[in-house]
């Protein structure tokens, strides 16, 4: 996809510049227990990486913090012109559950207490028929590569969705202060040669307050 730059971009790879994003999957719940689950995507899943895992129940949506265990792959989906899309399972294990949520867990488990059920050593884990809708969100951080007024670019091993909004932190080396905004994938390709695949990825300033814009134009105006 071609790149319409309206700023001129600085590199500053190895400057200690990073961007942090929340990045969002869809997910299925397979089964729950009080302490955690087992939940299938099409996404890879960092063993050892820090989620919040969110679904709705009665109108409310239940949010917990979690992390992975254990993931493999456990299966494909085909698509258009026989594409194969990689499926994986993951363990996700339930960390600091507050009183309030660890009782909106249960009850959700409890309307499910009639279905197959399996024992296991943390508790009665339920199985869910049909898996439940479940979204996983994590923090990722990328170095960035080139910066502008209006933009930047980082490399990730995600595949961005061209026009997908997410929001957006900068982070400086050495400044407390970062710049928070949103951002939208302009274009993206392939790194070559990288394996696994790993994507260059231009990312546009959205909505940035004044006193941010102002920060980011004093930085680049002590670049070369």
């Known amino acids: 996809m071609t790149e319409r ?7 500053v790879e190895g400057m200690g510049i990073y961007a942090k994003t929340l990045l969002n999957a869809e997910v299925e719940v397979l089964d729950i227990s009080p302490s955690g689950g087992s939940i299938r995507g099409t996404k890879r899943f960092n063993i050892g990486g820090e989620y919040i895992f969110k679904f709705e129940h009665e109108y409310r949506v239940i949010s917990l913090k979690g992390i992975i265990v254990w993931e493999k792959l456990t299966g494909s989906n085909k698509i258009a012109e026989g594409e194969a899309v990689p499926i994986y399972t ?7 559950v507050s009183t309030d949520k660890a009782g909106q867990l249960k009850d959700f488990i409890s309307e499910k207490i009639q279905e197959l059920r399996e024992r296991r050593l943390s508790g009665i884990r339920i199985k869910i028929r049909p898996p439940e809708k479940a979204v996983l969100s994590c923090f990722e951080a990328c170095v ?13 091993e995600r ?12 982070i400086f ?4 202060n970062s710049i ?18 790993r994507y260059s ?15 980011l134009n004093r930085f680049i105006g002590t670049l070369p």
């Open 144 to 156: 960035v590569k080139d910066i502008s007024l209006g933009g930047m670019r980082v490399e990730t």
């Open 173 to 176: 080396a050495e400044d407390e």
């Open 201 to 215: 990825v231009g990312v546009e300033f959205m909505e940035m307050i004044d006193g941010d814009k102002l920060r």
């Open 5 to 11: 730059r309206k700023h001129r971009r600085h590199i």
């Open 159 to 170: 595949e961005p969705t061209v026009q997908a909004l997410f929001p957006l932190e900068v």
């Open 90 to 96: 993951a363990g996700i294990e339930f960390r600091d």
């Open 180 to 197: 928070r905004c949103q951002g939208r994938v302009a274009f993206y390709h392939a790194v070559s040669g990288e394996t696994p695949a």
